[in-house]
């Protein structure tokens, strides 16, 4: 696989790919990936190691005859090229699909961008935060007397992500069986979009009364309990899906009798009244600290969370124990903790983890396998091709 991604949104799509074993070669323009240059004394090269990890790479100028010419030895023999840069970008290079399908009829070529290939949003630029803005996700995040508020994670970002990886493996499929390469297309705004499905529904509701942005209770406003609520030292998420849920938690309660009172006996009843169930669920919560209330409400089978400061689950021992979360030395940035993938084939270890590449640390390897001698390695370094 040609990774010629960048930033979030494609680097994830291809790390997983890298993680289920793909020899992921990463091409990286002059002076590196833009993420990779970014100031590593605040952690931000951080995500770059993040999402490199398990990738080999090389420095090549695109923008140069011998560079493009180069990329496209490579497409020759190559089953993915994955990029995210924005539309129309590739064609100016001279390297787009109709170029590299000349070279390499079987070739899935996947493109991640904010608004897609084609549409009149095609050209307006495109980060998580703008795609956000224009998704509706940032108006319906924060509390209904308050602006709209960007989500804390870049959703758009990785949403992207997984669907362009996705789509590579579907096509890496339908290859299998047809002998057809692919042209893929994966906007991130499409991408997003579904995962708005409460918030979705409650336009088509029966209540015309529900504001856009709703805090932490539920986006369409029909579950109760679903919220976030106090306790002696921080605060516990708490759901209530079902009446079964409901009575499981008036029982942790010590107050049976709500699961009968006709006020709260349903669903229905529980939204009508939200404010009073919200206040009694609040007022009780408060009483505990987070740790032995999640206890006691796992005991009852009541759905519910600690929320947990991102420290906290960094050094969580389970996803450590399960390999999720893994401590390594890395080369540049010292100690850390990295995720792997969260995909799985049972019986099959995931690939051996390597720390992000060193900029064009692959350059002799694998430029040296198209055929280039070190002295015209040589020569393409003074000519500044890499």
Known sequence: MLDLTQIYNGPYATFLMAMAGADVIKIEPPGGEFLRRRDARSGAGVPFAMLNACKRSVSLNLKTDKGRELFLKMAETADVVAENYAPGVMARLGIDYEAVQKRNARI?????????????????????????????????????????????AALCDFFGGVHLHSAIVTALFRRERTGEGARIDVSMLEAVYPSMASNIGMIYGERDDIPLRTGNS????????????????????????????WRGLAEAMGRPEYGDDERMRTVRDRVAHMDLVDGLVSKWSQEFEKAALFKLLISHRVPCAPVRDLPEVIEDETLRARGALLEIDHP?????????????????PQADYRPSPAYGCDNAEI???????????????GEGVI
């Open 367 to 381: 430029y040296g396998d198209l055929g280039l001698s070190e002295e015209m390695l040589s020569d393409l370094a």
């Open 218 to 245: 539920h986006g369409g406003l029909s579950l109760c309990p679903y919220n976030v609520y106090p306790t002696l030292d921080g605060y516990i998420a708490i759901i209530c899906n079902s009446d079964k849920h």
């Open 332 to 348: 540049f940035y010292g100690r850390l903790v990295v995720p792997r993938s969260a995909i799985r084939f049972e019986g099959t």
């Open 108 to 152: 899935i070529f996947a493109s991640g961008s904010g608004y897609g290939q084609d549409g009149a949003y095609r050209d307006f630029p495109a980060m998580d935060l703008t795609v956000q803005a224009m998704s509706g996700v940032m108006s319906v995040t924060g509390y209904g007397d308050g602006p709209p508020t960007k989500s804390g």
